[in-house]
């Protein structure tokens, strides 16, 4: 074999490693979206039964204690940057679930569903100035795409939105969330993953025991139901969850992680469905308006643009 086949083999099974890594990246993202929609519901039933702040105490607490035992070894090299990084990320993580969950009980689940769903475009936009990422085409067509998708899963067949409490708190929550996505981008990378994901995590828990005297929460034992609601969201929608986005966003940037975690909603609405709510044709839509924004932001359409620069 030649110096130049050897090249060209050699690149070829580069691009086909890069391929299939990014095929297994895009499904664990999917995954983590499943996860997340089908915890919604189990949220909205589960502070029917207990403070909020109860809850994310317990969500988060088991949440760190499964990584703490499965990556022990890791943890006892955790660095100071880890640490600080980590805690810097946590508090957004912390302000995320704290406003939402809080939001939820002064709002419909379709609102606060819409607002946290506009975390999409504010982490397009938002990873500009903070990541230097220039948007491409695609991605701005993703954004477009999943923005007109939530807005007609989450509105009501009258197109009525007021603006309270509860909505003014999921607002909080989607910038929160935003900025989550944004600094796991910037500083995953650069430090061990679950040791950064640990941190955030255990951060979320002690903030959120803090938080309960605070909000009047009383420190009771819950329900059992509220244990095995608790249980599920640490172990899968919590620790397997966020130690995946620390992990695969070393591999792509935000925007196209943000335009997957849209589909979150559409694993909500198809779960409802299934347990005998009714989805408009106007939610069938914007469920296809998501998967279009997702395929719309893994498109390579820099030769449109290219194009269209060589014209002027």
């Not at 519901?41 to 029917?48: A, H, N």
């Not at 944004?182 to 040791?195: C, E, G, L, T, Y």
Request: hydrophobic share 55%; net charge positive; aromatic share 10%.
């Amino acid at each position: 074999m030649t110096e130049g086949k050897r090249t060209t083999s050699l690149r070829s099974q580069l691009q086909l490693s890069e391929r299939w890594r990014n095929v297994k990246v895009n499904a664990l993202l999917v995954f983590v979206t499943m996860i997340w929609g089908s915890t919604f519901l189990i949220v909205q039933q589960t502070i029917k039964l207990t403070g909020p702040f109860t809850f994310l105490a317990m969500r988060f607490g088991i949440g760190a204690l499964v990584l703490a035992v499965i990556f022990h070894k890791r943890l006892r090299h955790i660095t100071r940057a880890e640490i600080f990084t980590g805690s810097l990320i946590g508090l957004f993580l912390f302000g995320t679930y704290a406003l939402q969950t809080t939001g939820l009980q002064y709002t419909t689940s379709s609102k606060a569903g819409f607002i946290t769903g506009l975390y999409v475009p504010l982490v397009a936009i938002l990873a500009v100035p903070m990541l230097r990422q220039k948007p491409t085409l695609g991605s701005m067509l993703g954004v477009i795409f999943s923005v007109a998708g939530l807005a007609l899963i989450s509105v009501n067949s009258s197109f009525q939105f007021t603006f309270g409490l509860g909505e003014f708190l999921v607002m909080g929550c989607a910038i929160a969330c935003a900025l989550h996505v944004i600094f796991i981008s910037k500083f995953a990378p650069r430090v061990d993953a679950m040791n950064l994901a640990l941190v955030q995590i255990a951060l979320t828990a002690v903030l959120s025991l803090i938080a309960m005297p605070l909000a009047r929460e009383p420190f009771v034992l819950p329900p059992l139901p509220v244990w095995g609601s608790a249980l599920f969201m640490g172990v899968a929608a919590t620790a397997f969850a966020l130690a995946v986005m620390n992990r695969v966003q070393q591999f792509v940037s935000s925007t196209h992680a943000t335009l997957i975690y849209a589909l979150e909603l559409v694993w909500v609405g198809m779960l409802g469905y299934l347990a005998g709510e009714q989805l408009s044709l106007f939610a069938w839509i914007g469920c296809g308006c998501i998967l279009l924004g997702m395929i719309a932001g893994d498109l390579p359409l820099s030769w449109i643009t290219k194009k269209i620069k060589s014209k002027e």
